[in-house]
C-alpha cells in the first residue's frame, strides 16, 4: 500500500469556509502575511495555510473571501481532483510556485478535516509516531556578514544548529569562524531562485571558499554553472536541493542521485505528490529533510508534525517561528518533542 492509499479514501463533509489573515515583523525587515483556511463541515473544523510570499496576493484573496465553490460530500481524493479544477488565482501569480503554496494550503485543510471527522490522527492513519524533532535555524549573517547574530543565539543554545545563506561577502575569515563554531549543517546558496528578493548570482570563488572552508556542511541549492560546476563536482555528494523540488520527477531529473533532499510540503502543493515523494525517498534510500515558508500559523505545526513523523533526526529547517527573530531566551531547543492531537493533522 502507498502512503497515500492509507489516506485518499477518507470521507470528507465540506459545508463551508472562511479565510483569516495573519501577519508579522520579521526580522530580516519585511511584514509577513498568510492566510489561514478553515475548512468546517460534520461539526469539526480543518486547518490550512497558504503561506504564498506576496502580501498583496493575501490581501486580495482575503478581501474577496470564501469564492470558491468548495461544499460538498467527497474524499479526501475526490477533493483534491476537484480543487485541481479550480482557479485558486484570479490571474496569473508571479511566481508559479505560488499555485502551490496556495493549494497546499486547501489541501492540509482537507487532510485535518477528513481526520477530525474520522476521529483518527495523521500518525494513526499512516502508521507512525512522532518523534523529538531535530531542527537547525534558517537565516542570514547580516550586511556586512558577521558571526554576531549566529553567537547570540548560541549564548542562548549552546547546541544550536544552523542553516545559512551565503552572501557574497563571506570571507575566509568569516568562514572559518563559521567552520569554529561546529555549528553549521548546511549553507543555503538561494542559486535556484529566480526573479525573487533572495535571487543570487553565482560566484565560483565564493562556492570554493564554502566547499573548502566547511567541508562537513551540506550544499543545498547551488547554480549550476561551467564555473561552479568545476567547484561542485568533486562534492556532489553533499549538493542537496530545495527551491526546484515540487514532484518525484523533480527528484529524478536532478543532475546527481541526491543523498538527500529538503521536501518541503507546500512545493508539493497536494497531499498525493507529498506523500509519493516520501515513497519515493523511501525507496530509492535518498535522507530527506523538511523546510518551512515563515509560517504564521497552524502550517508550522503541521511541517513540524510531518517531520516528527516521516525525517524526525535530520536538519530540519521547521524551527518554531520566535527563532525568526532577534535571539532570546525561553525557546523551545532541539530537538523538539511534538504532541499530536488525539485527532486530525495537528498538534496538541
Known sequence: MSLYDTVRTLPLTVEEYDLEG????????FLRKTTVI???GAGEEGLGEDVTYEATEHDRSQSQGPIH????????????????????????PDQQAYLDYRRWGYESAALDLALRQANVSLGAAVG?????????????????????????WLAHYPGLRFKLDATPDWSEELIAELAATGAVDSVDFKGQYHGTSVDTVPDAALYERIV????????????????TLAVLEPENARVTWDAV????????????????VNIKPSRF?????LFRGYDYCAEQGIGAYGGGQFELGVGRDQIQLLASLFHAGTPNDVAPGGFNMDPSAGLPASPLAIVARATGFAVA
Open 269 to 273: 502543493g497536494s497531499v498525493a505528490k
Open 128 to 152: 507512525r509516531q512522532p518523534e523529538p524533532l531535530t531542527f537547525v535555524v534558517s537565516m542570514r549573517l547580516g550586511e556586512p556578514a558577521t558571526t554576531e547574530r549566529l553567537n547570540a
Open 38 to 40: 478553515r475548512l468546517r
Open 22 to 29: 495573519l501577519e508579522q515583523n520579521v526580522s530580516s525587515g
Open 69 to 92: 465553490d468548495l461544499a460538498g460530500q467527497w474524499t479526501l481524493d475526490t477533493f483534491s481532483q476537484h480543487l485541481e479544477t479550480l482557479e485558486l488565482f484570479d490571474h496569473e
Open 212 to 227: 573548502t572552508g566547511l567541508p562537513h556542511a551540506w550544499l543545498e541549492d547551488p547554480a549550476l554553472t561551467p564555473e
Open 245 to 260: 523540488i515540487h514532484s518525484v520527477a523533480d527528484i529524478e531529473g536532478l543532475r546527481w542521485p541526491p543523498r538527500t
